[in-house]
Every structure is written in structure tokens, then in C-alpha cells.
């Protein structure tokens, strides 16, 4: 297969200035694509080339595959990324992108397809040797019938949407006596967020942790893992705290996962990066939940820990060469923590905020990395998801790193909009999360809106002295730089 000298970007925002970051260090032009509301978005300006694909709405600009293809065409690229949202799990897209004679980064239709279907999954990876949640084999449609497996089962059971994903489609059922209820909501919600409205019930696991395995597969039949992160810090079945590796794993606990993460990967001839997800329960059991067929938004963590840029590695495996690593090589090297700053008010439930970034200063230092997409004066768009940026803190061990978090956050001024940062924070400083003895129900558990509330009126008289100050300084230099360099009044009318 012939190197890759163009690669067009089927995304915005911050992860796609992560992957033209690294092309660009690998020698490789860079096309984005962008909406109306993104024109003077930073990955424009970043990219060798930016073709307008259509309004703001992603239904009709990020989600036009045919018209994404149709500029690769155009333009002569050689490979698309999709990043992650927007097509990047889309069989079809795959399929359309591979027939146009381009080459998908990422894995085939056929696995993207399987594993897309939660029931699918599960066929197909029943004879790999993976740990499944106890629960029916496939989908269930008679209520009654699907009340006895339930009660076989054992509850609390977990009525679970086939085609699901971030809690749609999913009820938590206690007892007999709510099951029908709860069926009748699950498959409503299912119908209407995915076109599907095929359930399942297994096992609930009632003190889960949320633990995942990054993957890595050539199409020479390697597979690697890079070890896990732990995701288990969520509000709304999404992930906002995000950490590699998991305070609660042996090393015998790693390998076993990992290579069940392998193995799952082994079941649908994978190629690419991939994530393999799994619930981890307080008697240390695991069991395979689903896998993610693109590259995670939390992937940074793992780039730190074990030093493997995994954009770069996935442009090595689409140019058709072997692993540049093998799994002896990989070895776990300090910690990383990553929060998703969104523009949400965590003191209001976690209200979605929209508004423009008066003032944006990210932080720096020692183990501290922004992934992001924005600057100072720009919006936050209405049309997509609000997480302004990714951040991330390595040490030398997990409380360097979390130490680093804080410090990073108390330097993070955003003034226009509320973020998570205070939630996040509350997150590093709690002692649960500290000593590492939480689970996905940490936020229920702990967090309470009002413990940000009575911060409020401090964290605003900071913020606007923080702002009074950046002004000042702005104020300043321009007076420095009139004195410094006079301009004659005739010159400075004649410009």
C-alpha cells in the first residue's frame, strides 16, 4: 500500500486538530472539512486545505458522508479520519469511503456493523474466551416471556436498547412489579433514538466500575493492548473523569482484561484503534459491556502513560505496515488524569451554557496538556457537543497527578461561560475519588448542585478579578508599545 500524503479530517474542534497535529509531524497535508458556524474554527486554519460543506446543523454539513467523500475526491486525498462522534462508527460511511477507493482509517464495515449491535457483539464474541454479564442470549419482545428470564436472572436487572448508547434506551428494573413498565419506556426510547427498538436484559451490576481496554490491531494479525482507564466518574451514563491507569486493577487483573480486550478485537478481524469496555464489579469480576470501533475521546491518557502517539499508529497500520510495537514492548510509566471541560453549569444540574469565551486562558506547567479547539472571543456553537476541551495532568504516580489537576484547574480561566471545572475539582479534592474507592455512581453519591452553589459568589469575584487583571495587562502593553513605537497622526489616518 502506498504512504498516505493527504488525509482529510471527517470532523471539527479539538479532535480533529489532534489528528492533523501529528500528520503534520509525519509530513502529510491536511484537508478539514467545516460547517457555516465552524468557518473561523481553529482546525480550519490549521489545515493545508478547508472546503465549507454546508449549514451549522450536522445533518447537513458533518453527517453529509456523500459530500465528504465527494471533496476527498476532489481534493485527492489518500485517507479519511473520522475521529470520534459525528460518522466515525457509521458502517456505511466505511463501506462508501473504502468503494470511492480511499482508505478508511479505522476498522471494516462488517466490524463497525457487528459491534455497533450490542446483541451482535455478544454472538460473536462467545467463543473467545470473554466474560459476559449473566443475561438473555437475544432479544426479547413478549413482555411475560422476558419477565421470567428477568427472574432467572435475579434481580435488579438491567433492560438494555441492542442498538443503545449514552443511557438511551436503558431502564434499571428492581422488582416484578415495575418490570412491564419499565420494558414499555426502554423500547420506546429506543425506538425513537435509534430506529430500533430491540431489548435485552441481563444482570445489573450494582457497584460497577467502568473500566476499559485500548486496543490496537495491524492487518498482519497483531493485537495489542495499551492497558486500561478507568471511566467510572460519569453524569448521564457520559464519561466527564477519565484516568490510566485504574487505582483498582493487579497486574493479574490487567492481563486477563487485556487480553479478553484482545480477543474481542480477534472476534471481528479488527484492524485500527479500538476501545473494549467492560464493568468491573466490587467482588473483582469483569465482564465485556461493548467496544467502541474509533478512537476514544479520552485516548490522551493512554498516549501519556505509555508514550505511543495513537494517531500516528494509526496511520502506520493504514498504510498497510505491521505494529510499530510489540506488547512487550508496552510498559506503564507514571499516571493520567483527564477531565472533559464542558460548557455546562454543574451548580445547576449540569444546564448546557452557551455564550462567547471572553476570557480564555489555559493553563501550563510541568504534566499538564490541552486538547482543544478554541481561543479566546470565539462561541461556544450551539449546533454540537459543548465540551470546550480535554484536560490533562501526568505524574509521576496518581497523587502527583492529581495534584497537577488541581493546580492545572485553579489556572484555567474561562470568563463568558460555565464550565465543569468546579465540578471537576470537586472530583479531585473528594475523598472517595482520592483514595480510589468509587464507582459509576459517584456523582448520585456524592455530588449535590448546591455544594457549587454557596462557591459561586467567591469563584465569580475571582473570576472577575481575573479578568480586571488580563485587561490591564492588555491595557498596558498597548500603551508600552504607543510609547515605545510613536506613529505620527498623518500615518496612523492613512491606515
Given at each position: ?5 493527504k488525509i ?11 489528528v ?22 481553529l482546525?480550519?486554519r ?23 467523500i ?5 481534493l485527492?486525498v489518500?485517507a479519511i ?50 466474560p ?5 442470549d ?11 428470564l ?6 435488579p ?23 412491564e ?6 423500547v420506546s ?6 430506529g ?6 441481563e444482570?445489573?451490576v450494582?457497584s ?9 490491531a495491524?492487518?498482519?494479525g ?16 457520559q ?28 472476534s ?23 467496544m ?10 493512554t498516549e501519556m502513560?505509555?508514550g505511543i502517539?495513537?494517531v500516528k499508529?494509526?496511520?502506520?497500520i ?10 512487550e ?5 507514571g ?38 479547539g478554541f ?9 454540537y457537543?459543548?465540551m470546550?476541551?480535554k ?7 496518581r497523587?502527583e497527578?492529581?495534584?497537577r ?14 464550565t465543569t471545572l ?16 468509587f464507582?459509576?455512581h ?6 449535590k448542585p448546591?455544594?457549587l452553589r454557596?462557591n459561586?459568589?467567591?469563584?465569580g469575584f475571582i ?5 480586571a487583571?488580563?485587561l490591564?495587562?492588555?491595557?498596558a ?6 510609547t515605545?513605537n510613536?506613529?505620527s ?7
Open positions: 500500500m502506498p504512504k498516505i500524503k482529510l479530517i471527517a470532523n471539527r474542534g479539538e479532535i480533529a486538530l489532534r492533523m497535529r501529528s500528520a503534520r509531524e509525519l509530513g502529510i497535508k491536511t484537508v478539514a472539512v467545516f460547517s457555516e458556524a465552524d468557518r473561523n474554527a482546525h480550519v490549521y489545515a493545508d486545505e478547508s472546503v465549507c460543506i454546508g449549514p451549522p446543523p450536522s445533518n447537513q454539513s458533518y453527517l453529509l458522508g456523500d459530500k465528504i465527494e471533496v476527498a475526491k476532489q485527492h489518500d479520519h473520522p475521529g470520534y462522534g459525528f460518522l466515525s462508527e457509521n458502517a456505511a460511511f466505511s463501506e462508501a469511503v473504502e468503494k470511492a477507493g480511499i482508505i478508511f482509517m479505522g476498522p471494516t464495515a462488517e466490524a463497525i456493523r457487528v459491534m455497533g449491535d450490542k446483541l451482535a457483539a455478544k454472538h460473536a464474541v462467545q467463543d473467545f474466551d470473554v459476559m454479564v449473566p443475561g438473555t437475544g432479544a426479547v419482545k413478549d413482555v411475560q416471556e422476558a419477565k421470567r428477568a427472574e432467572e436472572i435475579g434481580y436487572v438491567l433492560i438494555k436498547a441492542s442498538a443503545g448508547g449514552g443511557g438511551k434506551g436503558m431502564r434499571v428494573v428492581e422488582n416484578t412489579a415495575e418490570f413498565e419499565q420494558m414499555k419506556r426502554a426510547e429506543a425506538t425513537s433514538a435509534f430500533n427498538g430491540e431489548v435485552f436484559v444482570k445489573y450494582t460497577p466500575r467502568h473500566i476499559e481496554i485500548q486496543i490496537m495491524d492487518t498482519h497483531n493485537i495489542v493492548y495499551l492497558f486500561e482507564r478507568d471511566c467510572s466518574v460519569q453524569r448521564r451514563h464519561k466527564v473523569v477519565e484516568e490510566a491507569p485504574s487505582a483498582v486493577l493487579s497486574p493479574e487483573k490487567r492481563k486477563a482484561m487485556g487480553e479478553a480486550a484482545v480477543n474481542v478485537a480477534r471481528v478481524n479488527y484492524r485500527g484503534a479500538g476501545t473494549v469496555e467492560f464493568i468491573y464489579d466490587a467482588k473483582g469480576d469483569f465482564y465485556f459491556l461493548e467502541n470501533t474509533r478512537l476514544q475521546v479520552e485516548h490522551p491518557v502513560i505509555t502517539d495513537l499508529e494509526m496511520i502506520n493504514a498504510e498497510g505496515n505491521p505494529l510499530s510495537f510489540t506488547q514492548d508496552l510498559k506503564i510509566h499516571h493520567a488524569i483527564e477531565i472533559r471541560v464542558y460548557a455546562e453549569n454543574p451548580a445547576e444540574n449540569f444546564l448546557p451554557d452557551t455564550g462567547s469565551l471572553d476570557v480564555y486562558v489555559r493553563p501550563q506547567g510541568p504534566g499538564v496538556r490541552v486538547d482543544d481561543e479566546q472571543g470565539m462561541d461556544i456553537p450551539i449546533y457537543d459543548p470546550i476541551s484536560l490533562i495532568t501526568y505524574g509521576k504516580d497523587a497527578a492529581i495534584d489537576m488541581i493546580r492545572a484547574i485553579d489556572e484555567y480561566h474561562i470568563h463568558g461561560v460555565k468546579p465540578f471537576g475539582k470537586f472530583v479531585m479534592k473528594h475523598e472517595a475519588f482520592v483514595s480510589g474507592d464507582n459509576t459517584f456523582v448520585q453519591n456524592y455530588f448546591e455544594m454557596e459561586n459568589a467567591e469563584d473570576a472577575a478579578l481575573v479578568v487583571n488580563i490591564n495587562s492588555r491595557k502593553k498597548v500603551v508600552n508599545e504607543t515605545t510613536p506613529v497622526n498623518w500615518k496612523r489616518n492613512r491606515t
